[in-house]
């Protein structure tokens, strides 16, 4: 029997006599080691605008198909960071790059950093560095089991070859199997919320999530299924990340349409690129990351407190 944190992590696992109790300890104390951390990576994924009703807005042109009517896919990469600890997730994005369609107008924001901190969802959005009228902050109450923030780090620490191990239940069937290890079982993806979620996932000897299905029933009827697959290692901070990364969300109301592999059905779909990941945050970098500045004209949108404001014309102060 392993005993948590005492486990040396980034050598090769046995290949026998390691049971799946084992072997769920181990994953969880990997994922331990990753609390109190910054990951930095590159997302990169598509977005498709709605079209605008032209019986609405009569300046559309809908004849020439150049008018926002049309719906428009944007191809786009942000470098993100990942910040967690504990139960708080703040994420980070500045935009890379975009490309649309020849004629296109469509934009991805330039900055958005969101957060479940502080008993707080808040979250930043900024569409031009230099016009701060387009910075704007919302702040509503967090806690929530399925809050955007903690939903975000779940699907990009997966992505990255981790984050099994701290939402494992129980795993039922492991094997080691063509170099990888092969556990079957259930999972609670997120914390505090009951659900009836299975895995199918492999592991490299590293630990590194290679590939998995996570799929969960509402109601007997399976609606929602994670796909994950992983490419290439990278060491960093000792421990081991998947170099690259593809994570899909797919939904469904029957087995038919799981059966029939609907592309229809996916609702999120992006790749992931590791960056860096810096260990055991210092109190001052934690809250340099975690913060939300309110700067002069920024405006605030505060469910909480059931106001709104522009900084500067109210006050101005560090949430």
Known sequence: MFTPGVIALTILLPTADLTAEDFSTILAARDAQLDNS?????KSSQFTT??????????????SG????????????????????????????ELVDQQHPEGGSGSMLQH???????????????????????????????????DKSQRDQM?????????????????????????LWHAVGT???????????????????????????????YGGRPTVRFEITTQGSVQNGGLDFAETGRFQEKRYA??????????????????????????QLTDARYKELTEFKMLPGTQVMD???????IVGQRGDHDF
């Open 38 to 42: 910054e990951i930095v990576y590159r």
């Open 187 to 217: 999972i609670r993806i997120w914390p505090g919320y009951d659900s009836q979620s299975t895995f199918d996932a492999k592991f490299d000897d590293q630990l590194v999530l290679r590939e998995a299905v996570v799929q969960t029933v």
């Open 112 to 146: 958005q950093k969101w957060s479940n901190t502080k008993g707080l969802a808040r979250e930043l959005t900024e569409s031009r560095h230099d016009d701060l009228r387009d910075r704007i902050i919302e702040i509503k109450p967090g806690g929530k089991p399925q």
């Open 254 to 279: 029957s087995l038919q349409e799981i059966e029939d592999n609907d592309p229809s059905r996916v609702i999120t779909d992006f790749t992931v690129a590791f960056e860096s990941f810096r260990p």
């Open 66 to 93: 150049a008018g926002p009517d049309k719906p428009e896919t944007i191809s786009f990469t942000y470098r993100e960071q990942l910040v967690g600890r504990g139960s708080e997730a703040t994420l980070i994005r």
């Open 155 to 179: 699907e990009t620490e997966f992505a990255l070859g981790f984050g099994f191990g701290k939402r494992i239940t129980e795993i039922q069937q492991l094997r080691y199997e063509d170099g």
């Open 50 to 63: 709605k079209p605008v009703p032209t019986w609405k807005y009569r300046w559309v042109d809908g004849d």
């Open 303 to 309: 469910r909480v407190a059931g106001v709104n404001y």
